[in-house]
């Protein structure tokens, strides 16, 4: 698996390229925004070959979120922001712009090769092209539905085979994990869908650091949709898809 590793400190660059070699990646490190595009992009145009990529924001030229975005509007691999920057703010701003997973250092190396593998997972059908569903399209939800694959909670209309949302007619931009965690609670709305259900479902995996991520995700979906009571917190278990959609 080939990875990209946009990082401006050669040691902390080394170090982890070791690491990642010995668990059978092939690595290229580049440590500025501008080589990072110019290993991923022609022109506007996606280069194929790398899997994933790990991002670090503190970069000497741009900052690492205008790089994720440059990215995201040309290409569909999958991006890991790795930073020191913690706060939830900082996460929500790197998951809009499209990240698929969000680090914070120090991180545990093993969870770390669990997000490599899980974001590889998902976005290897649809390298480099148009993001791919991950299941076969259900059956709208209960409170009404118009053909097979489309699912409507109130004003929010989710398309399945095409990965397309819409509140009131109008489209907004999902990053790959927050379709596939919307599509997975408006599946079966008002069932309650527990903290390891869902990361298992979506991040293929049982790591427990995944949790801040679904969090994450969850706060993201609600402002993005501008319905914060479309998706219920069940205290000490997990989520639900409010039944009749609001």
Request: hydrophobic share 40%; with cysteine.
């Amino acid at each position: 698996m080939r990875l990209l590793l946009v990082e401006d400190d050669d040691r902390v660059a080394a170090a982890l390229s070791a690491v990642l070699a010995r668990h059978g990646f092939e690595v290229t490190h580049v440590r500025s925004g501008a080589e990072a595009l110019q290993e991923l992009l022609v022109g506007e145009r996606p280069r194929p070959g790398f899997a994933v990529v790990l991002l670090d924001l503190g970069l000497p030229d741009q900052d690492g979120f205008e790089v994720c975005g440059r990215i995201r509007r040309s290409s569909t691999t999958p991006v890991i922001m790795v930073t020191a920057r913690a706060d939830v703010r900082s996460r929500i701003h790197g998951l809009n712009l499209g990240a698929d997973d969000y680090v914070v250092k120090p991180y545990d190396m093993g969870e770390l090769l669990a997000r490599i593998h899980a974001v590889s997972r998902r976005g290897s059908a649809g390298e480099g092209g148009a993001p791919q569903g991950n299941g076969t399209p259900q059956e709208a939800g209960s409170d009404g539905t118009g053909a097979a694959g489309t699912i409507r909670l109130g004003a929010v209309t989710i398309e399945l085979p095409t990965r397309q949302v819409s509140v009131d007619g109008a489209t907004v931009p999902l990053t790959r994990k927050e379709f596939d965690l919307l599509a997975l609670l408006a599946q079966r709305p008002g069932v309650v869908f527990r903290r390891e259900q869902i990361i298992s479902e979506v991040w293929r995996t049982s790591w427990e650091g995944t949790g801040r991520t679904l969090e994450v995700h969850v706060a993201s979906l609600r402002a993005k949709l501008q319905r914060p009571a479309l998706i219920e917190t069940v205290r000490g278990v997990g989520y639900r898809m409010a039944a009749q959609g609001v």
